[in-house]
């Protein structure tokens, strides 16, 4: 029954030997319940998903077995790559939005581990027997569900990772062969994908516990010379906080007024540029003020992929870079890589 934690994953820098290798989908982790004529999409946290996803309930009626559970991610790809943004829209509060945009941006389930048959629990069965399980259950699944590419080849993994990067993957993830099922336990292992970039520091919000530095708020320069905010950059120690408080000091501005982010309480300009601080459905009543620093400092990050103009997740800080000036901060850095087709990664090609 509802809820289900799913199993994570803890991080390496690289990909180990000896596992059960699946590519890293970047879209909603869900445990998907089938009971008859009952379907539940359970969230990471446990919150439901199933009224977001109305096509998805659909195809999942028509074709898994009558009684499951299993674990998956949905996902949205357009022009041959995975879709966040368009993900992430679909997370509407307006019920004739989210029908709408089921008809436009219709999602996909990749299921990758079945936690229940019949009125069997695989829970405690190995992964390995979990897998071949799975395949069995959804032998006859159609687009737009999909059973996830699993290989025991090192070699191949490694070719994953290179490859399905173009088709906007988030990486490998390696699992022990007999490792059970442990809901809400880091046993798995994710490899992601890591690049730097020089970036200007503009801003930064204060931490929730005080006046130190929670987030710095980064830019870079787009072609025609706007800095554009890109993503934060955040995890730091508390006397790292602290000292980064200390050390930017000298840049902050008494208020945004001449700076490139000046207008980022207007609607107009959050909604036609990448300012910071505008108020979303993702956060609520979340505080986002900022405080404006003049922007001449650069500092190297590390991200793992863009999603659009932007970071996909937050970036790592890795040093400043006073041998960078801010106008050399610009798209043009960032690599970008080899386009590859989602189709091919589903073996739908």
Sequence with gaps: MPPVAPMLAKPAARIPPGMQYEAKWDGFRAVVFRDGDEIEL???TGKPLTRYFPELVDALLH?????????????????GRLDFDALLERIHPADSRVRHLAGTTPASLIAFDLLALGGASLMDTAQRERREALTDALRGVHDPVFTAPVTYDLDVAGGWFEQFEGAGLDGVIAKPPELPYRPGERVMVKVKHERTA????????????GPVVGSLLLGLYDAAGRLQHVGVCASFPMRRRQ??????????????????????ASAEAQAAGRLPGG?????????LSWIALRPER???????HMQGDRFRHTAQFRRWRP???????TYAQLEEPVG???AQVLGTA
């Design 42 to 44: 359970g969230s990471r």
């Design 323 to 329: 041998d960078r000036a801010p106008e050399q901060c």
């Design 279 to 287: 108020p979303s459905r993702w956060t609520g009543k979340k505080d």
């Design 298 to 304: 650069v500092v190297e990050v590390a991200y793992d």
């Design 63 to 79: 074709q898994l077995p009558q009684r499951c559970v299993l674990d998956g991610e949905i996902v949205i790809a357009r022009g």
């Design 340 to 342: 590859y087709d989602l």
């Design 243 to 264: 000292e980064l408080m200390s050390e930017l000091e000298p840049l902050r501005m008494p208020s945004a007024a001449g700076h490139p982010w000046e207008e980022w």
């Design 198 to 209: 020089d970036c200007v520091v503009a801003g930064l919000r204060l931490h929730k516990s």
